[in-house]
């Protein structure tokens, strides 16, 4: 109480990326592959373009995950583009899936700027770095995971773009072993994002 979300910076590339030890897409990976990620969306949908891969727990921020990737307890990793993109470490993506077919977590890429609802003066001053397509896009997201009631810990997500005065969104939602993976594309006027993610869900 007494917080708000008082601006939205430009997203970043949304995308999720994979970084193996050989450089190779998921596609490619051998047999049994062992992929760390602590994510039931990341593990869900890995599982289901490839069923028989290994998904192994990681935790750590990104550069200490991508350093267990080189070792011998994993294969490789999935991260967020835009966390490698603000490190530096883009040239070690060996593939960016599609956010179609690898639907990226509600806000990813997209930071935002919390401060006192009352306080008026710093919400006028962050109105000079808020980006309007982010704030609808990612409004709309959040919008469809609390009407779904999902979370960080369940395999759920929405992605959202925006298209002049349409709100494109594309969500889905899966059993954590992948072998089910429902999606739903759907298009709502922008100037209501809220209603936009509710429809969604």
Not at 52 to 72: F, H, S, Y
Not at 90 to 99: A, N, Q, R
Not at 167 to 185: K, Q, W
Request: proline share 6%.
């Amino acid at each position: 109480d007494g917080l708000a979300i008082v601006a939205f910076t430009q997203r970043r590339d949304p995308r999720d990326v994979l970084v193996n030890r050989w450089g190779i897409t998921l596609k490619e990976l051998p047999e049994g592959a062992r992929l760390g990620t602590s994510s039931p969306r990341r593990s869900a949908l890995i599982r289901a373009l490839r069923p028989e891969t290994q998904v192994v727990p990681i935790r750590g921020n990104v550069g200490t995950r991508l350093d267990k990737a080189a070792g011998d307890d994993y294969d490789g990793v999935v991260l967020a583009a835009a966390g490698l993109e603000r490190l530096g470490r883009s040239g070690e993506v060996s593939e960016y899936f599609k956010p179609e077919e690898f639907t990226p977590e509600v806000g990813q890429g997209a930071l935002l700027v919390e401060a006192r609802s009352s306080d008026a003066h710093v919400a006028e001053m962050l109105g000079s770095i808020d980006h309007g397509p982010t704030r609808v896009a990612v409004t709309s997201e959040r919008a469809f995971l609390e009407t779904l009631g999902g979370g960080c810990k369940v395999p759920v997500a929405a992605y959202a773009t925006l298209h002049g005065s349409e709100l494109r969104i594309s969500a889905m939602a899966a059993t954590p072993d992948g072998d089910r993976v429902f999606r739903v594309e759907t298009s709502h006027p922008a100037e209501d994002p809220i209603a936009a993610g509710q429809a969604a869900a």
